[in-house]
């Protein structure tokens, strides 16, 4: 309180001569608020983009939307500090906020009637309604004839009903834009709190009607006792996103628990894998919107999947069919070792290779109890479980199915007991799957111990790491980054640790499974089915995988992770990182750099930076040429001379000055009795910081960086640097051309009002050294005992609390620190060089340019 009426104090002195000046004041009060929360707020998203930091794009569209507010808020400030300066500020601003928050603008969607679409019904151009899994199922019975099993689809307009109708869209949205997906515990707090508020949440009676009449219609043409399966089929799955395995399918429902596995299955929308799966692509909610397709439930006695391209032996104009007993549950669920029948396409395809899974288990449906696992009789676990004309039959209906949709097709199937085929799903199969001419690596001169040879490849490419050993989905929180995962089956659980991951390698599992076709999109190395996995390998030791040569090897192979098959991060294109890399295209880049160029305009502006630093330039300059216009009565801003090449000024707010010195235009060091001012400036002139000595590297490059962020130029006013001073405070705006710091202090006789509150941010160099230097920064002032903020290239620091001596003395340092970094960005370059350079400045080391640069 203090410290605020003592600045009141000094504000009522200065700008006693007016109602206008005051309010003028107090816009640049305003206006320097929310330029520091806007920075702020930049450096956040820029820290998101840079470090590939995954979040809902909730997240990036509440703090834009909260940076878009604080640009706002300067221009209105500054639009009452000069009601006549630059009225097309606000133009330019809001181009750019429309440009960026189309990015965030949902498709339209509807929440009116039809609720339920007989699959039949289905429109041409139906997949925003029905999803694409509903809109493929459709085609294939209606374009292509093939046999699908019947079945209504509850469509995304009573998604989006269901959620308005109990108003649960602010409460989603909310705990998105607060979720951390790499924090297990807020992945399961989130997933937990958005599925339990569905599943609690009342079914609409008119949209319940519905549906139930829509099961009533399907009922007359099914058995009597036929049941159903619940199936998702939500906008975005089943396209690039396969979202394979990612929501919840319920198996054998009836008409007493119809409503209740509709709920179940968009629940399963915010289940911690799905909303890992989306927030990993860049999707946002409201754009997956999630359909249900209700389909005959068939009690099948093989099932199995088909990819119309070889992924495992790259094999060109092949196709793979892979079958196990019973319903298809523990092939997609990564739990069953299949049969794989390879056969060639043609006009008559050819089965070309069989190879004969262990399938001790099936899974089978039990009337009115959902499904259980039981025992495959002995003499069918090691026998092929599908004959060769059902394979010739599906090949031939994949073939037909690649050719229509125009594509490789990815193909659920299934038998009933009468030996009849159905298809259950097609989708494309993806194009990070389909890698017919992968790079060709040898290595000839490994000496690594190899511990497991053998599989299938579910994912291409070379990892290596620390074991972590899963027994349970508990464990998952604990996995570290850079881990190999291993563990008994191949889970689609796992999905929720994939970006942890440099490898996969489990002891069942198919190349066919859910899990395998997620590692494919994630383009994480993965070995499954190996038999030996969980045997072979231990937990905390280091291996490398190979999967392309399905082997694990002793050790760290440094020579295989630096080849061309390594693993490859197949999400830095994903759809959130584009729509990230759009906003901070119209957010980060600076182009006004220098404030007496003739560019430097509104008409100049290229994104918000330039709005903010035009903003900021320009209000400084406002409130800077009324203190030479209005600052009378205490004399003004008044010249600093000093040895250092800078222009500065001060203004006197209380007892800063010896008497007298108020009234020249120019005053020295020695007038100065601001006891923080003298201390940062007996820093800022220690014999060891070269002012005089400019450093000789590709002078013609650098030198309008040199000139005006190395060394404040006495000749450009436009540079000015300022200091509102009085005996123990000191406000500092030091300006370095292209970087910026504001030093705030007060230096008194009671330790708890003193504290030193510190800003550093800007810088002419790339954002990995401007990034270097902030290191060097924090590293420094940490040691100096700061408590110190990091983002990006802003530092915020504070120090508090401490004795006089002890603040004089940081001070000083401070200014050192000042002096010795100006053009700290042009000399780092790497990490170590950061610790050794901190080190070197505790030391007495002051400048930083070569002995061959100084000469």
Known sequence: MFITNLFKHWTYQVFAPGTVLKEKYEAFKSLLTHDKKAHELMAELEEIYHNQTKVDIKVIENKYNALSGCVSEMLTAFSKMCPSCHPDLKDYFKRFDSYIKYIFTPTEFSSAPPFTMQLKDIPSRGQALVGNKALNLSTIEKALNLPIPRGFVITTNAFYYFVEFNALRKSIDERLARLDINSTASL?????????????????????????????????????????????????????????????????????????????????KYAPRALYYRINYGLSDIETPMAIIALEMIDATISGIMYTEDIEHFEPNTLTIHAIWGLGELLVGGKASPDIINLKKGEKPKVIRKQVG?????????????????????????????????????????????????????IEWCMDNDGKLFLLQSRPLQSEEIE???????????????????????????????????????????????????????????????????????????TAGHFASVTREFGVPALVNTGVATTRLHHGSEVTVYADDKEVYDGIVQAMLESPCARKDLLLDSPFAR?????????????????????????????LHDILRFTHEKAVQEMFHMGNRRIRKVGGARKLIT????????????????????????????????????????????????????????????????????????????????????????????????????????????????????????????????????????????????????????????????????????????????????????????????????????NGRYHFASVEETA
């Open 188 to 268: 399961n707090a989130t997933s937990h709190e958005l599925m339990d508020n569905i599943l609690k949440a009342q079914m609409p009676p008119d949209m319940a009607e519905e549906i139930l009449n829509a099961f009533h219609t399907l009922k007359k043409t099914l058995s009597k006792n036929a049941r159903l399966a619940m199936r998702s089929s939500a906008v975005g799955e089943d396209t690039k996103s396969s979202f394979a395995g990612q929501y919840r399918t319920i198996l054998n429902v009836g008409k007493e628990n119809l409503l209740d596995a509709y709920k179940a299955v968009i629940a399963s």
């Open 358 to 410: 262990l399938k001790p288990q099936r899974m089978a449906l039990v009337q009115y109890k959902s499904t259980e696992v039981l025992r495959v009789d002995d003499d069918k676990q090691r026998s092929l479980s599908i004959d060769d004309p059902s394979a010739l039959v599906l090949a031939d209906w994949g073939i037909r199915l690649e050719k229509h949709f125009k594509g490789p097709q990815d």
């Open 436 to 510: 017919l001419n992968p790079p060709e690596c040898e290595f000839n001169d490994i000496k690594n111990a190899v511990l497991i040879s053998g599989g299938e490849r579910a994912c291409s490419g070379i990892g290596a790491g620390k074991v972590f050993m899963v027994d349970q989905e508990s464990d998952l929180g604990n996995i570290p980054e850079g881990a190999v995962l291993v563990a008994r089956n191949a889970s689609p659980q796992y999905v929720t640790v994939m970006n942890r991951l440099s490898a996969v390698v489990t002891d069942t599992g198919s």
């Open 579 to 607: 729509k990230l890399r759009y906003v901070i295209n119209f957010i980060s880049p600076l182009k006004l750099t220098e404030p007496q160029a003739d560019s430097f305009v509104p008409e100049g502006s290229r994104s």
């Open 643 to 842: 040895d250092i090449p800078m222009l500065f000024y001060v203004v006197d707010v209380g007892s800063g000055l010896r008497q007298g010195a108020g009234d020249k235009k120019t005053v020295r060091i020695d007038d100065i009795l601001s006891a923080p001012m003298n201390a940062v400036f007996k820093g800022l002139s220690n014999p060891g910081i070269l002012w005089s000595t400019f450093t000789h590297f590709d002078w013609a490059e650098y030198d309008k960086i040199v000139m005006s962020g190395g060394i404040i130029s006495p000749e450009a006013a436009i540079f000015a640097s300022y200091a509102v001073i009085s005996h123990d405070y000191l406000n500092l705006n030091l300006r370095f051309g292209y970087h910026f710091v504001i030093l705030d202090t007060i230096c008194g006789d009671r330790a708890e009002d003193n504290y030193i509150l510190f800003r550093f941010s800007g810088g002419g160099a790339d954002f990995e050294k401007r990034s270097l230097r902030a290191d060097f920064l924090s590293s420094v002032l940490q040691r100096l005992g700061f408590r110190v903020d990091k983002k990006s290239d802003l530092i915020d620091a504070q120090f508090k609390g401490e004795e006089r001596k002890r603040v004089d003395h940081t001070l000083d340092m401070t200014g050192r620190l000042l002096g010795a970094t100006r053009l700290m960005d042009m000399y780092l370059k790497d990490s170590a060089m950061v610790e050794t350079y901190a080190d070197d400045f505790m």
